[in-house]
Every structure is written in structure tokens, then in C-alpha cells.
């Protein structure tokens, strides 16, 4: 279970660095400087092995110099049968005022390159 884990935030690292290729490729020679990424609390992304494995693959890609920065967003969902907005756990709580189940998810599904600092050198 646990290799499996690392192998899915593994493939996430590599299509980040594919991303940054692509957003990068008018670059004659592009230096990167940092990145911010955004991994929503919900999106199934454990950070921790999504840095270790940024830092076990960044020494041969173009984010070889890059600060990775990942900012967690929290989880925001509005309960479908009261209305009520709150922020869960997980998927699976309750709503705290009606106790119903169904929610919309607001926000913490999300994963995505906020910005990329580069230049050309």
C-alpha cells in the first residue's frame, strides 16, 4: 500500500513537471526559480509523499534549482438539504446543523499550478 502511495503522488510530481515544461517551452533556455502548487484537502493527494517525491525526481528535471512550495486548501462543502456551508474532515461527515449526508463540494477538490517563477538565461 504504502509503494502504491508514493507511485501516485510520484506520477502527479512528474506531470507537475511536465506542466512546467509545456508553460515553459517559449523559454530558449528556462531557469526555475520556484513553484506553487495547490492540492485541495479532498483531492486524495497526501502532500508529504507528493514532497518526497518532488525531491527524489527534482535533481533531474528543470526544477532542479526550484523552491516547490504546496499550499493545502481546506475542504468547504454546503449541505444540499439545509444549505448550511462547513468544512469537513472528509467527504463522509455529517452535516453539523441537519445531520444529512449530501453536500456540494465548494472547495478542496482542487490540484494545480498556481504560478511558476522563471526566466530565460
Do not use: W
Amino acid at each position: 500500500m504504502l509503494i502504491e502511495l508514493y507511485m501516485h503522488e510520484l506520477s502527479i510530481a512528474e506531470s507537475i513537471i511536465d506542466i512546467v515544461k509545456t508553460e515553459t517551452a517559449h523559454l530558449k533556455t528556462p531557469k526555475i526559480y520556484g513553484i506553487i502548487i495547490e492540492i485541495g484537502a479532498l483531492s486524495g493527494v497526501e502532500i508529504d509523499a507528493l514532497e518526497f517525491a518532488f525531491e527524489a525526481i527534482k535533481k533531474e528535471s528543470i526544477l532542479k534549482d526550484a523552491v516547490i512550495t504546496i499550499n493545502k486548501i481546506d475542504a468547504k462543502v454546503k449541505c444540499i438539504e439545509c444549505d448550511h456551508v462547513f468544512f469537513p474532515d472528509n467527504l463522509h461527515t455529517a452535516c453539523p446543523v441537519c445531520g444529512s449526508f449530501i453536500h456540494k463540494v465548494i472547495t478542496g477538490q482542487e490540484m494545480k499550478v498556481r504560478s511558476i517563477t522563471a526566466e530565460e538565461r
